[in-house]
């Protein structure tokens, strides 16, 4: 949690929670581009879609999970919420390529044959 910006002063703990949750889901966002492009970079330009929304319902889930073992360190970590998953939130790759597909489109309709 201290990793994530919360303030640990002798045995008290102060945090904001939605500022974990962000923080986290930044993380967890920035971790996922080189993932896919690993795994299937074919499917970058969709995916990238649901970075974002992904990222922060996996960091609520997280987040409510370590507060919950801090608050009761008897229990082992587990998921200790179901969020509703987000709709995907369009990238600007995911802008850029649909505009250059159109581009190339429109070229492929044009016939430019320089040589007369």
Same mark, same amino acid.
């Given at each position: 949690? $201290?990793? @994530? +910006? $919360?303030?640990?002063?002798?045995? =008290?703990?102060?945090? /904001?929670?939605?500022?974990?949750?962000?923080?986290?889901?930044?993380?967890?966002?920035?971790? #996922?581009? &080189?993932?896919?492009? @690993?795994?299937?970079?074919?499917? @970058?330009?969709? #995916?990238?879609?649901?970075?974002?929304? /992904?990222? /922060?319902?996996? #960091?609520?889930?997280?987040?409510? +999970?370590?507060?919950? /073992?801090?608050?009761?360190?008897?229990? =082992?970590?587990?998921?200790?919420?179901? &969020? !509703?998953?987000? &709709? !995907?939130? !369009?990238?600007?790759?995911?802008?850029?390529?649909?505009? $250059?597909?159109?581009?190339?489109?429109?070229?492929?309709?044009?016939?430019?044959? &320089?040589?007369?």
């Amino acid at each position: 949690m $201290a990793m @994530l +910006g $919360a303030d640990i002063s002798g045995n =008290m703990l102060r945090y /904001v929670k939605r500022d974990l949750i962000s923080k986290c889901a930044v993380k967890f966002e920035n971790f #996922a581009e &080189p993932y896919i492009i @690993l795994r299937s970079p074919k499917d @970058l330009i969709s #995916a990238s879609n649901h970075f974002k929304p /992904v990222s /922060v319902e996996v #960091a609520s889930i997280f987040i409510d +999970g370590l507060i919950h /073992v801090i608050t009761k360190p008897e229990d =082992m970590i587990a998921a200790r919420t179901d &969020p !509703e998953p987000k &709709p !995907e939130e !369009e990238t600007i790759k995911s802008k850029m390529a649909k505009k $250059a597909e159109d581009l190339y489109e429109k070229l492929e309709k044009i016939d430019i044959n &320089p040589f007369g």
